[in-house]
């Protein structure tokens, strides 16, 4: 029979070099979480693992140039970071890689349905903002939805225009939607501010979408007079 320290070894072998883990990521009676522990802090001291930060480890990944321990990468910290504040990325972060802006960001932002405050994740500087939709299941979802809080931030996003965010967002992102990811989007805008709202139905007109545009404009009311800094 295979002990209970050997099981949690090999679990532990399974897990991909430089990939975050925590207690959640391994399989064992919740009874045993002291035992757990004591065998990750013991790993950890023999170098077998390295502490990420409490709770977080990672088995280290040896430089094949002779350097050592190479350090765990920024994309694995971005994943475990949007795991734990259950949110997903947004900000300047995700709009340069949506070719919306050329700023490299030197913060990374988060949304997430109850915000705490600015916090640093070792070399990494970290706000939250508010999300409007629940984290997302689905990588499609997900962009759909960082369209939408760009449209949100269209005033904003650093080293461009509103104009030229409007013209980006339209021609990289919403012109090659599908009908069905355009009746997606315009399903989750509605839980978005009126301005939203309004800036993407001015898309949905630009395509031709008149009933989709239609729709939203019905959630908006009539009397209500928005500053649109672009020409659709």
Known sequence: MISFKSDILKQ??????????TFRDITFPMAKFANIAVILSELSKEGQLVRF?????????????????????QDEQIIYLTTKLD??????YIYNKMSLTE?????VTVAVR?????????????????SYVEKPVDAK???????????????????????????RIYNLHLSVLSEKELKKIVSLSLNYPPRVRKILSDMLERRGESNLQERLLQTICPTTRFYLPYKN
């Open 103 to 107: 700023q490299v960001p030197s913060v």
């Open 114 to 130: 109850y915000p705490v405050r600015p916090f640093r994740l070792k070399k990494l500087s970290v706000e939250c903002v508010k």
């Open 53 to 73: 930060e409490k709770g977080a480890y990672y088995r280290p990944k040896q430089s094949s140039l002779g350097l050592g321990i190479l350090p765990v990468y």
């Open 12 to 21: 532990i072998e399974r897990i991909p070099e430089g990939k975050i883990f």
């Open 141 to 167: 979802t997900l962009h759909l939805i960082q369209v939408l809080d760009a449209i949100k931030d269209l005033k904003h996003i650093p080293a461009t225009s509103p104009q030229t965010v409007y013209e």
């Open 87 to 92: 949110g997903y990325l947004t900000g300047t």
